[in-house]
């Protein structure tokens, strides 16, 4: 639970990391990688805590 937290609050200082690129004063192209990758980890941490893992 506590690396979905970690995970979130990056990904929050990201988006905003993300907005200061579109403003153009952070590179977009280094920014919008790092975004999609804080994202996909937060949407795979939320999505796999609780599967079946077999018998």
Request: hydrophobic letters at 65%; glycine letters at 4%.
């Amino acid at each position: 639970m506590t690396w979905i937290i970690i995970v979130g609050v990056i990904t929050v200082i990201l988006f905003f990391l993300n907005i200061l690129a579109l403003m153009e004063i952070v590179p977009i192209f280094i920014t919008s990688p790092l975004l999609f990758i804080s994202l996909f980890i937060t949407l795979y941490l939320i999505n796999h805590r609780k599967t079946f893992k077999g018998f």
